[in-house]
């Protein structure tokens, strides 16, 4: 019998009249029933949030903390259970899947530890204008309200830790939508926030049709802050529905990877292939272009179709580096950009196959830019090598991406690399480093179309809350 998974709310779990079924996206296996919410539900919900907003902002740093730890034990306690859902609901390897749910407990136990530390300060007047040196300023944070916090399918638990913790750590009232292939692995993670004890209404979730209530829930009057992981094309909606509220956006990447001359190309492509291929491409992080010396291209090109030769390609639970895409629609947009490049002069270093959404790794070289596949993202297992003749031009195609999420630089000469960084218009370089989140005391950001704000454990408490200065002045004696 499918089992039917419940909404946590207001301290419950609770049902709606309608559902939607998740199915297995490697095998179409049904995994269950989540609720589908009405504009009632979720009416419910924030009301909910809104209600238990004054007594959670009342609590101390350490008393908020001590909910994450328990939260944080509960998920190291359930990594394998919960890593096995996730697993089959988003087709990810299952030693990966695990991984992630791990690394969530970590952020949320590394988020308790951090917010304690968030110390206001004082300020003295005199410091700046010596007629004022009898002003004081005690300058505080202070919790924005109720977050609105909504994570992608590609990392439904771990991109959902990632908002949730630090935004409760302020003293924000949380309302979590999870995305609605990843809905099971977000009601599981509720699951452990729930068994921490929070008060009832301080955490919450939505599930639902993204075409019933994505904008409602956006727009909704109770939503005071909105932190979302998807595509630009979506965030890009979040950010003119949001108004005057603040956003913190993280959406999609055309990662670039610049291989110099002087690289240690066995490192570089060792770099390039982990980062082009793991999760079948499906990160926004992910190597989605290399940007190559025509003088090194053959050598690397060589090294790197080697490395993809070893990749293994199959099912999750065999933990297969290569697994089917999470639906029908993602693969079929994959092929054509793989076609289009074939069409248009790329060489293909590999024979596309596929079966159903499983879509063998392919390599490109001689991309030009004239090819979709040089500037679109694809979120799937295709990686094309461009050939430039100098630096100049390597920045240069680099910059003229839509996306400025990241970037690496594979060379010996750091000084150099650190000037090539300067240059490039991204949140993150890595230097002989593949393009990745973390780790998540880091600052993440995007730049462009690929994102606004900035995002790791600090900085996300910092951007969930909000400055508030009390000036008074001292009697002269």
């Not at 179409?28 to 907003?53: I, Q, W």
């Not at 300020?123 to 004081?136: H, L, Q, T, V, Y």
């Not at 594979?410 to 690399?417: G, L, Q, S, V």
Request: glycine share 10%; proline share 5%; aromatic share 8%.
């Amino acid at each position: 019998m499918t089992q039917a998974y419940l909404n946590y709310v207001n301290g419950e779990w609770k049902d709606s009249e309608d559902h939607i079924e998740i199915f297995n996206p490697a095998n179409g296996e049904s995994l269950g029933t989540v609720p589908a919410m009405s504009h009632a539900d979720v009416d419910y919900v924030m009301a909910s949030a809104k209600n238990a907003f004054p007594a959670w902002r009342a609590l101390s740093y350490a008393e908020r903390a001590k909910y994450l730890e328990k939260a944080a034990d509960i998920l190291y306690r359930d990594a394998e259970k919960i890593g096995s859902t996730l697993s089959k609901e988003i087709a990810k390897g299952l030693k990966s899947a695990i991984g992630e749910v791990t690394r969530t407990a970590e952020i949320v136990d590394y988020t308790a530890k951090v917010g304690v530390t968030m110390d206001g300060e004082v300020m003295e007047g005199g410091n700046f204008d010596p007629a004022s040196k009898n002003r004081i300023a005690v300058v505080r944070r202070e919790p924005v309200g109720l977050v609105l916090a909504i994570s992608p399918f590609n990392y439904p638990v771990n991109l959902a830790g990632s908002k949730i913790a630090p935004a409760l750590m302020g003293g924000n009232v949380v309302a979590f939508k999870p995305p609605t292939q990843g809905s099971i692995s977000g009601l599981l993670l509720a699951k452990a926030f729930a068994e921490s004890g929070l008060p009832a209404g301080v955490f919450n979730t939505i599930t639902g049709r993204g075409r019933v209530i994505g904008d409602y829930i956006v727009e909704h009057p109770a939503v005071n802050f909105i932190n979302f992981t998807g595509s630009s094309a979506v965030g890009k909606n979040i950010g003119k529905l949001a108004g005057m509220r603040p956003i913190m956006l993280e959406l999609g990447g055309k990662d670039a990877a610049i291989v110099l001359e002087d690289a240690d190309l066995d490192l570089a492509a060792k770099n390039i292939v982990a980062g082009a291929f793991g999760y079948s491409g499906q990160r926004c992080t992910a190597v989605k272009r290399v940007l190559v010396m025509d003088s090194v291209a053959d050598e690397l090109v060589g090294k790197v179709t080697d490395l993809v030769k070893g990749l293994t390609v199959g099912m999750p639970e065999d933990n297969a580096d290569i697994t089917p895409l999470i639906n029908t629609k993602s693969a079929d947009y994959v092929q054509g950009l793989i076609e289009e490049a074939k069409e248009k002069g790329a060489k293909p270093l590999f024979d596309f196959k596929r079966e159903g959404n499983l879509l063998y790794p392919m390599v490109f070289d001689n991309v030009t830019t004239d090819m979709r596949l040089a500037w679109e993202e694809p979120f799937g297992p295709v990686l094309p090598f461009i050939r430039v003749k100098s630096v100049e031009e390597a920045v240069e195609i680099a910059n003229k991406s839509e996306y400025g999420l990241q970037s690496s630089v594979f060379t010996r000469n750091f000084p150099r690399a650190f000037g090539i960084a300067e240059k490039l218009e991204v949140g993150t370089v890595h230097i002989n480093n593949k393009t990745q989140r973390g780790p998540d005391n880091f600052p993440f950001l995007g730049v462009k179309d690929s994102g606004a704000g900035v995002q790791g454990v600090k900085y996300s408490i910092q951007a969930m809350t909000k400055v508030k200065s009390v000036v008074y002045a001292i009697d002269e004696m």
